[in-house]
């Protein structure tokens, strides 16, 4: 008898996830077969679900989740650097080309060809995964699986967006959005010696950034922009918020010579007025996901930095009244789904 599995399918747009049974994979030339413990949940997982931003409905069935964790339970022909019995992440990159001129300087999360777990291909809310052995990372012992989770994409998309901020001691850094994403920002900007300021619309989301280490928290009513300025302005601004609304405070806030970096994806356009460009030299850049070698690094730094997030764990047939809840902005930290969990 085939043994199976159970996974949360999208089978459309608009339409809510399925648990279906599957028949377990079998890892190809190159692939590992993983068991999962845990997988977070992604808003770009809802916004599959949604149609928002997804991949063509010809592809549905598809099975959602990019922030998997488990054990590698069998390795496909020609694997020999992971071995089986190890606890490694399934991120957001499933592969890029490997050829193009992003992949070949260090920019491979930009590369066009590029395909997503929970995407272009079948992702972590399953009883278990295919993985490129190539494209997988091992996970430090010193991190739980719950914690990692939300490391394989809020945390490295994060952390990819403050390795493009040029921060040092005593810079002083701005985060937008104060939801998982800006959580892990103001930790690593705080370590990276940043003075950080947390803007968010939630008074709640305030007090858990002051909590995390924020030396300035600010209503995102309460004009950030001139506040900013009152202490000397911004040398970088980084927004999580999924809101054109930030630019005008962003624009105020940022000094000359200082970095802007875009990471929560808007697609309602922003003016730009070009002289300003001239006058303060300002870069403006945008960030998505990370490389794997910027994951490596946060997941080496989150074992020593112990980075974390609030954390409320669920078992895998609520994966769509959790994406229900992420919708209706209830989550202040990341829900993680728990495979032991019935
Ligand atoms: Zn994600
Ligand atoms: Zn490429």
């Given at each position: 008898?085939?043994?199976?599995?159970?996974?949360?399918?999208a089978?459309?747009?608009?339409?809510?996830?399925?648990?279906?049974?599957?028949?377990?994979?079998?890892?190809?030339?190159?692939?590992?077969?993983?068991?999962?413990?845990?997988?977070?949940?992604?808003?770009?997982?809802?916004?599959?679900?949604?149609?928002?931003?997804?991949?063509?409905?010809?592809?549905?069935?598809?099975?959602?989740?990019?922030?998997?964790?488990?054990i590698?339970?069998?390795?496909?022909?020609?694997?020999n650097?992971?071995?089986?019995?190890?606890?490694?992440?399934?991120?957001?990159?499933?592969?890029?080309?490997?050829?193009?001129?992003e992949?070949l300087?260090?920019?491979?999360?930009?590369?066009?060809?590029?395909?997503?777990?929970?995407?272009?291909?079948?992702?972590?809310?399953?009883?278990?995964?295919?993985?490129?052995?190539?494209?997988?990372?091992?996970?430090?012992?010193?991190?739980?699986?719950?914690?990692?989770?939300?490391?394989?994409?809020?945390?490295?998309?994060?952390?990819?967006?403050?390795?493009?901020?040029?921060?040092?001691?005593?810079?002083?850094?701005?985060?937008?959005?104060?939801?998982?994403?800006?959580?892990?920002?103001?930790?690593?900007?705080?370590?990276?010696?940043?003075?950080?300021?947390?803007?968010?619309?939630?008074?709640?989301?305030?007090?858990?950034?002051?909590?995390?280490?924020?030396?300035?928290?600010?209503?995102?009513?309460?004009?950030?922009?001139?506040?900013?300025?009152?202490i000397?302005?911004?040398?970088?601004?980084?927004?999580?918020?999924?809101?054109?609304?930030?630019?005008?405070?962003?624009?105020?806030?940022?000094?000359?010579?200082g970095?802007?970096?875009?990471?929560?994806?808007?697609p309602?356009?922003?003016?730009?007025?070009?002289?300003?460009l001239?006058?303060?030299?300002i870069?403006v850049?945008?960030?998505?996901?990370?490389?794997?070698?910027?994951?490596?690094?946060?997941?080496?730094?989150?074992?020593?930095?112990?980075?974390?997030?609030?954390?409320?764990?669920?078992?895998?047939?609520?994966?769509?009244?959790?994406l229900?809840?992420?919708?209706?902005?209830?989550?202040?930290?990341?829900?993680?789904?728990?495979?032991?969990?019935?």
């Amino acid at each position: 008898m085939t043994a199976m599995m159970r996974a949360a399918v999208a089978v459309g747009y608009g339409k809510p996830l399925e648990i279906r049974e599957y028949p377990i994979p079998e890892p190809g030339a190159g692939e590992l077969l993983i068991k999962l413990e845990t997988c977070g949940v992604c808003h770009s997982d809802l916004d599959v679900r949604k149609g928002s931003t997804a991949p063509p409905e010809s592809t549905f069935p598809l099975i959602l989740g990019h922030e998997g964790v488990g054990i590698v339970v069998r390795r496909g022909p020609g694997c020999n650097v992971i071995e089986e019995g190890a606890r490694v992440g399934l991120p957001w990159m499933h592969d890029t080309c490997g050829h193009c001129r992003e992949c070949l300087t260090g920019h491979e999360s930009f590369c066009a060809e590029h395909r997503g777990h929970s995407f272009d291909v079948n992702g972590g809310f399953a009883e278990y995964a295919i993985m490129k052995e190539a494209y997988t990372v091992v996970i430090p012992e010193a991190i739980s699986s719950f914690d990692a989770a939300p490391l394989l994409c809020a945390g490295v998309t994060a952390y990819g967006g403050l390795q493009k901020a040029d921060l040092a001691p005593g810079k002083t850094c701005a985060i937008f959005g104060i939801g998982g994403l800006g959580q892990y920002a103001i930790q690593l900007a705080k370590a990276a010696g940043a003075i950080v300021v947390a803007i968010d619309a939630n008074p709640e989301k305030l007090e858990i950034a002051r909590r995390l280490g924020a030396d300035h928290a600010i209503l995102a009513a309460d004009d950030p922009g001139g506040q900013i300025r009152d202490i000397g302005g911004a040398d970088a601004c980084i927004n999580f918020a999924p809101t054109n609304r930030v630019w005008d405070d962003i624009v105020t806030a940022t000094n000359p010579l200082g970095r802007v970096v875009s990471v929560a994806q808007v697609p309602e356009p922003v003016s730009l007025n070009l002289e300003w460009l001239i006058y303060t030299g300002i870069r403006v850049t945008g960030s998505s996901v990370g490389t794997r070698q910027e994951l490596r690094d946060l997941l080496d730094l989150g074992a020593s930095l112990k980075l974390a997030i609030d954390i409320e764990t669920i078992p895998l047939s609520r994966a769509d009244e959790a994406l229900d809840r992420l919708e209706r902005g209830e989550v202040d930290g990341r829900q993680v789904i728990d495979f032991s969990l019935e």
